[in-house]
C-alpha cells in the first residue's frame, strides 16, 4: 500500500538523482568529468552542437539536502530553451508549486514584511503577465536536483552516455602519431577507476572540460592554479526537517524568504513539504556550531518553536577564487571548477561558460574554427567571471553591515504592534535597503571587451560605459549580448533561428552585403544562418544595418557592408594570427569593474 504522502507527492518530485552505472567508451571527441548542472549542460551544448561527448563522475547519486543553487535568472533559462530543456526542469517540483510566492523579506515566516514600500512582492495576478524588458524567458526556481533529472533524461534520449562511479586518476597528452614530428598531441588519454570495482579505463578525447567542481581533480592534475583571497570567517547551509503542523503551514507557507532578525539572517527556503534550507554565520574559521545552536537559529527563522531536526550541514565561505586560466592546451575548465565565490548566481555562471565554450570547441573540432578561438575562452569568460565575483563579495559585505546596522537597533518582537514597534520597523527597511539594487547588469551585461575574436569598432574602448551590476542598456556593440525579439508573428525569436554557427541580421530592405559574408562563408565551410529583420526598431537597437550574433547570443561585428566579410569571419572564428588585429580592440581599462 502506497502511503498518502507519496501519493501526495506525484511522478515530479525529484529527491534523488541517480547516475546509470555504464561503462564509458574508449574514445570521444570531448570527455567531460563531473555529472552535476554544468557538466551535464556541458554535454547538451556539446551535442546541440553535434559534437561526440561523453560524461563520468566518481558520484552514483545526488541527494536533494545537498543541492545547491535554487534560484535562475531569465538569462540562465534562455540556456535551457536553445537546450530544448526548460520544459522538463518546469515539471520537476519538490514541494507544490502554489508555495511559489516570490522571494519575501520578512522578519520570520510569520513576522512582519521587511519589502521596502513600492517592491511588488507576491504572485503576479493570475490573467496578469510578467514583463521583464531585458528578456522574453522567465526566471525559474527548481533545486538542482530537478535541473540533473531533467539533463540526464534528455541525454539518455539523446544517447549520451553518462556513467556514475568512475574516479579520475590522470590525464596523458597523447601523439599524434606523426613520426615527423614526435612532440604532437592530438588529444588526451584520462585513466578512470571504477569507484567500487577497481576497474580501470583509459578514454582517449580530442579534449577534457572539467566540470568537477571546486576540488577540481581535473584542474590539479593540469597544473592550474588559483587566485584570490581565503575567507576570514565561514557560513553554513543546513537542513531542518519539520514534524507535523506548524504556524504557517496552513493553507500554504510562503516557500522561499529572506529572514533578518535579532537572531537570525539569510534564507529560510523550502526544500520539500517537510525539508527546509536555513543559513547561519559568520562564524570564526575554528567554530563549529553544536546541534542546539542551529535549531535556534531555525527557530527564529521561522518564528515558532516548533518541532525540528537537523539533516544535513554544509559550510561555505564568502570568498572568491579564480582559477588562472580556464585553458591549459587541451583542458578547459567550467563552474566551480573555474570559479567559485560567495554564494547567489554561481551555476547561472557555469552555464555562461558552457555556453561560451560549446561553439567554440565545436568549431575548432570540424576545423572552421583556429587556436585563438579556444583561447578567446579564457579571455573572455575570466574577466566577466572576475567582476561578477567581486560585485557578488560587495553585495554580500553591504547585506551584513545593514544588518549589523539594524540589529544595533533593535528588532521589535514579532507579536508587538505597537507605533513604536511599527516605526522602528519602518526604520529597519530602510537601513536593509541601503544600496541594494536588482543586479540586472550581472544577468544580463556580459559583455566581453577585450577578445581576440570580437570585431570591436575603432572607437568603442574609448566611449563604452563601465560595467554595472546594477544597470543593463541593451544594445548591439560587439561583444555585447544581442538583444533578442520577437521577429514573425507566430512568436518566433531571434534566439530560436540562431544555431550553431554566427547569424547574419539583415536589419533594412538592404541586402548587399548577404552576397558577399554567404561567399565567405561558403568558402570557409561556415553555415551562415540570414536572418532577414527589417524592423526599424531591430535596427536602431542594434546601430547599424547589419550584425553577426555568434551562436553564444554574443554580437561578433556590425556594418554597413560586406568589404571586410572574410576578414571579419577569420576574426571571428580565430583564423588570424594573434597578433593580427581587424580593429583597435577595447582598452584593458574598460574591463574592470566598476566601483563598489
Same mark, same amino acid.
Given at each position: 500500500?502506497?502511503?498518502?504522502?507519496?501519493?501526495? @507527492?506525484?511522478?515530479?518530485?525529484?529527491?534523488?538523482?541517480?547516475?546509470?552505472?555504464?561503462?564509458?567508451?574508449?574514445?570521444?571527441?570531448?570527455?567531460?568529468?563531473?555529472?552535476?548542472?554544468?557538466?551535464?549542460?556541458?554535454?547538451?551544448?556539446?551535442? /546541440?552542437?553535434?559534437?561526440?561527448?561523453?560524461?563520468?563522475?566518481?558520484?552514483?547519486?545526488?541527494?536533494?539536502?545537498?543541492?545547491?543553487?535554487?534560484?535562475?535568472?531569465?538569462?540562465?533559462?534562455? #540556456?535551457?530553451?536553445?537546450? /530544448?530543456?526548460?520544459?522538463?526542469?518546469?515539471?520537476?517540483?519538490? #514541494?507544490?508549486?502554489?508555495?511559489?510566492?516570490?522571494?519575501?523579506?520578512? +522578519?520570520?515566516?510569520?513576522?512582519?514584511?521587511?519589502?521596502? %514600500?513600492? +517592491?511588488?512582492?507576491?504572485?503576479?495576478?493570475?490573467?496578469?503577465?510578467?514583463?521583464?524588458?531585458?528578456?522574453?524567458?522567465?526566471?525559474?526556481?527548481?533545486?538542482?536536483?530537478?535541473?540533473?533529472?531533467?539533463?540526464?533524461?534528455?541525454?539518455?534520449?539523446?544517447?549520451?552516455?553518462?556513467?556514475?562511479?568512475? @574516479?579520475?586518476?590522470?590525464?596523458?597528452?597523447?601523439?599524434?602519431?606523426?613520426?615527423?614530428?614526435?612532440?604532437?598531441?592530438?588529444?588526451? *588519454?584520462?585513466?578512470?577507476?571504477?569507484?567500487?570495482?577497481?576497474?580501470? /579505463?583509459?578514454?582517449?578525447?580530442?579534449?577534457?572540460?572539467?566540470?568537477?567542481? =571546486?576540488?577540481?581533480?581535473?584542474?590539479?592534475?593540469?597544473?592550474?592554479?588559483?587566485?584570490?583571497?581565503?575567507?576570514?570567517?565561514?557560513?553554513?547551509?543546513?537542513?531542518?526537517? +519539520?514534524?507535523?503542523?506548524?504556524?504557517?503551514?496552513?493553507? #500554504?507557507?510562503?516557500?522561499?524568504?529572506?529572514?533578518?532578525?535579532? *537572531?537570525?539572517?539569510?534564507?529560510?527556503?523550502?526544500?520539500?513539504?517537510?525539508?527546509?534550507?536555513?543559513?547561519?554565520?559568520?562564524?570564526?574559521?575554528?567554530?563549529?556550531?553544536?546541534?542546539?545552536?542551529?535549531?535556534?537559529?531555525?527557530?527564529?527563522?521561522?518564528?515558532?518553536?516548533?518541532?525540528?531536526?537537523?539533516?544535513?550541514?554544509?559550510?561555505? #565561505?564568502?570568498?572568491?577564487?579564480?582559477?588562472?586560466?580556464?585553458?591549459?592546451?587541451?583542458?578547459?575548465?567550467?563552474?566551480?571548477?573555474?570559479?567559485?565565490?560567495?554564494?547567489?548566481?554561481?551555476?547561472?555562471?557555469?552555464?555562461?561558460?558552457?555556453?561560451?565554450?560549446?561553439?567554440?570547441?565545436?568549431?575548432?573540432?570540424?576545423?572552421?574554427?583556429?587556436?585563438?578561438?579556444?583561447?578567446?575562452?579564457?579571455?573572455?569568460?575570466? %574577466?566577466?567571471?572576475?567582476?561578477?565575483?567581486?560585485?557578488?563579495?560587495?553585495?554580500?559585505?553591504?547585506?551584513?553591515?545593514?544588518?549589523?546596522?539594524?540589529?544595533?537597533?533593535?528588532?521589535?518582537?514579532?507579536?508587538?504592534?505597537?507605533?513604536? =514597534?511599527?516605526?522602528?520597523?519602518? /526604520? *529597519?527597511?530602510?537601513?536593509?535597503?541601503?544600496?541594494?539594487?536588482?543586479?540586472?547588469?550581472?544577468?544580463?551585461?556580459?559583455?566581453?571587451?577585450?577578445?581576440?575574436?570580437?570585431?570591436?569598432?575603432?572607437?568603442?574602448?574609448?566611449?563604452?560605459?563601465?560595467?554595472?551590476?546594477?544597470?543593463?542598456?541593451?544594445?548591439?556593440?560587439?561583444?555585447?549580448?544581442?538583444?533578442?525579439?520577437?521577429?514573425?508573428?507566430?512568436?518566433?525569436?531571434?534566439?530560436?533561428?540562431?544555431?550553431?554557427?554566427?547569424?547574419?541580421?539583415?536589419?533594412?530592405?538592404?541586402?548587399?552585403?548577404?552576397?558577399?559574408?554567404?561567399?565567405?562563408?561558403?568558402?570557409?565551410?561556415?553555415?551562415?544562418?540570414?536572418?532577414?529583420?527589417?524592423?526599424?526598431?531591430?535596427?536602431?537597437?542594434?546601430?547599424?544595418?547589419?550584425?553577426?550574433?555568434?551562436?553564444?547570443?554574443?554580437?561578433?561585428?556590425?556594418?554597413?557592408?560586406?568589404?571586410?566579410?572574410? =576578414?571579419?569571419?577569420?576574426?571571428?572564428?580565430?583564423?588570424?594570427?594573434?597578433?593580427? +588585429?581587424?580593429?583597435?580592440?577595447?582598452?584593458?581599462?574598460?574591463?574592470?569593474?566598476?566601483?563598489?
Amino acid at each position: 500500500m502506497v502511503a498518502q504522502n507519496e501519493i501526495s @507527492r506525484g511522478e515530479r518530485h525529484v529527491d534523488t538523482v541517480l547516475l546509470a552505472h555504464a561503462t564509458p567508451p574508449q574514445e570521444v571527441e570531448v570527455l567531460v568529468v563531473g555529472a552535476g548542472p554544468s557538466g551535464l549542460a556541458t554535454a547538451l551544448e556539446l551535442n /546541440r552542437q553535434k559534437v561526440d561527448v561523453a560524461v563520468v563522475d566518481a558520484a552514483t547519486s545526488f541527494r536533494l539536502i545537498r543541492a545547491g543553487a535554487m534560484g535562475h535568472s531569465a538569462r540562465t533559462v534562455e #540556456f535551457f530553451q536553445q537546450w /530544448r530543456v526548460e520544459d522538463r526542469i518546469r515539471r520537476g517540483w519538490t #514541494f507544490p508549486p502554489e508555495w511559489n510566492l516570490g522571494t519575501t523579506f520578512r +522578519t520570520s515566516l510569520i513576522g512582519h514584511d521587511l519589502t521596502r %514600500p513600492g +517592491t511588488p512582492t507576491g504572485r503576479p495576478a493570475f490573467t496578469g503577465r510578467s514583463e521583464n524588458p531585458y528578456s522574453l524567458a522567465e526566471s525559474l526556481r527548481r533545486p538542482q536536483t530537478a535541473l540533473q533529472q531533467a539533463f540526464l533524461d534528455q541525454l539518455a534520449e539523446l544517447d549520451v552516455p553518462v556513467a556514475g562511479g568512475w @574516479r579520475l586518476l590522470s590525464l596523458l597528452e597523447s601523439g599524434s602519431g606523426d613520426e615527423s614530428d614526435p612532440g604532437a598531441c592530438d588529444g588526451i *588519454i584520462a585513466t578512470v577507476e571504477h569507484v567500487e570495482t577497481g576497474a580501470v /579505463r583509459r578514454i582517449r578525447a580530442k579534449y577534457v572540460v572539467g566540470a568537477d567542481g =571546486a576540488r577540481s581533480t581535473v584542474r590539479t592534475l593540469a597544473g592550474i592554479e588559483r587566485d584570490g583571497a581565503y575567507a576570514t570567517d565561514r557560513h553554513f547551509r543546513f537542513v531542518v526537517r +519539520t514534524e507535523g503542523d506548524y504556524a504557517g503551514r496552513d493553507p #500554504f507557507p510562503s516557500a522561499v524568504n529572506v529572514i533578518v532578525n535579532g *537572531i537570525h539572517s539569510g534564507f529560510l527556503a523550502a526544500l520539500n513539504e517537510t525539508d527546509w534550507r536555513v543559513y547561519a554565520g559568520p562564524y570564526p574559521l575554528e567554530h563549529t556550531p553544536t546541534e542546539e545552536e542551529l535549531l535556534t537559529l531555525a527557530r527564529a527563522a521561522f518564528g515558532s518553536d516548533l518541532a525540528l531536526q537537523v539533516v544535513d550541514v554544509t559550510p561555505y #565561505f564568502k570568498s572568491t577564487r579564480l582559477a588562472k586560466t580556464f585553458r591549459q592546451g587541451r583542458v578547459l575548465l567550467v563552474g566551480d571548477a573555474a570559479h567559485v565565490r560567495t554564494p547567489g548566481g554561481n551555476l547561472g555562471e557555469g552555464f555562461g561558460d558552457v555556453f561560451n565554450l560549446g561553439w567554440k570547441l565545436a568549431a575548432v573540432l570540424r576545423g572552421t574554427g583556429g587556436e585563438a578561438l579556444l583561447d578567446s575562452y579564457d579571455r573572455e569568460r575570466r %574577466p566577466h567571471n572576475a567582476r561578477v565575483g567581486a560585485s557578488a563579495k560587495a553585495r554580500a559585505d553591504r547585506t551584513e553591515r545593514n544588518v549589523d546596522e539594524a540589529r544595533r537597533l533593535g528588532f521589535p518582537a514579532d507579536d508587538d504592534t505597537t507605533p513604536a =514597534a511599527e516605526e522602528r520597523r519602518d /526604520r *529597519i527597511r530602510e537601513i536593509l535597503a541601503q544600496g541594494q539594487r536588482r543586479d540586472v547588469g550581472v544577468y544580463f551585461d556580459e559583455r566581453y571587451d577585450d577578445s581576440p575574436v570580437i570585431a570591436y569598432e575603432p572607437d568603442q574602448g574609448a566611449t563604452e560605459t563601465p560595467w554595472d551590476p546594477g544597470v543593463y542598456v541593451p544594445g548591439g556593440r560587439p561583444g555585447h549580448r544581442a538583444p533578442n525579439g520577437i521577429i514573425d508573428p507566430y512568436g518566433v525569436t531571434l534566439y530560436d533561428r540562431i544555431g550553431a554557427d554566427v547569424a547574419l541580421l539583415v536589419l533594412s530592405d538592404d541586402v548587399s552585403a548577404v552576397a558577399g559574408f554567404a561567399a565567405a562563408a561558403r568558402d570557409r565551410a561556415i553555415g551562415l544562418e540570414i536572418i532577414h529583420l527589417p524592423d526599424a526598431a531591430a535596427r536602431e537597437l542594434y546601430g547599424a544595418p547589419f550584425a553577426l550574433v555568434r551562436p553564444d547570443h554574443h554580437v561578433a561585428w556590425r556594418g554597413a557592408d560586406a568589404a571586410d566579410a572574410g =576578414a571579419v569571419l577569420d576574426r571571428v572564428y580565430g583564423r588570424l594570427p594573434a597578433q593580427d +588585429t581587424l580593429v583597435t580592440a577595447a582598452t584593458a581599462a574598460t574591463a574592470a569593474p566598476a566601483s563598489l
